[in-house]
């Protein structure tokens, strides 16, 4: 729904709502179609990068009309919605949230507050991946050894000898709040350098990947899985050359795109369709979520050897994944 939509087109979608239909074209008849109602609260870049024509226009012809959710009226004074579409933060909202769930359990809220929070930590964001220690005939997935460091930058040499890390390391803040910043990395290449990191953060063994990882998107049970470039390897003589700490921008947005690039079949070759499928069932499961994002690194010179590094809920490239699953 557009939110300066006429007052003719308002009316219409309220009787649809109310209704509970559509017009579908089938064989060249027009017959009506059971609707489903998503209600979304987004904030306006979401809503503007998110609901574009395109994907309004799929989603009517599927049956599925999206509505704007009022936050200055009760949730349940709107609807009805059979499912309920987020990405906005603060304890307000997530409470409303949580009362609507209790009160609408016929409603799919996607996805429950407070596993949302969950991956918005990084201290446990890879958690049930390291408890699944997901290993079959397919593959190995597995987490990078990381150490949490929420305050003190000067103790942070100690702790990364302590934790038996090794260099180079990746550095990312330590709470994942939708800002550009959340998703800034840097790259230390000694141990004197790490002083001039910022906690609270946490530290991961960085893995050479070929310089490139896997978006996989999930949505429910499909899958889509997209390329993207990434930080480049280092190698033993660049480590003993190099000192200081580097800082990227968010290296692995859709600008970054690997799907179309010349690159070496063996970093090119996508993880194993049954390791895929049954990673995100498990995590589906494990997070209680159903609308994520997976970043996904095979370590280079291995065809099997992969690793979690990320987790984003409702991620970027959400549009197309949407697409997909309609």
Known sequence: MRLNMNEEGREEEEEMIQGRFSIGEVG??????????????????????????KLEGLARNKGILFVAIDQNRSLSEQGPFDIVLHKLSGKEWRQILEDYRQTHPEVTVLDPPDAIQHVHNRQFMLQDVADLNLSNSYGKVGVPKQLVVKRDASSIPDAVTKAGLKLPLVAKPLVVDGSAKSHELSLAYDQYSLQKLEPPLVLQEFVNHGGVLFKVYIVGEAIKVVRRFSLPDVTKRELSKNAGVFRFPRVSCAAASADDADLDPCVAELPPWPLLERLARELRRRLGLRLFNLDIIREHGTRDRFYVIDINYFPGKRKRVFMVYM
Not at 28 to 53: D, E, I, N, R
């Open 28 to 53: 060249g008849f027009q017959k009506p179609m059971k609707l489903v109602v998503v209600g979304y609260a987004l904030t306006s870049k979401k809503t503007k990068s998110f609901l574009q024509p």
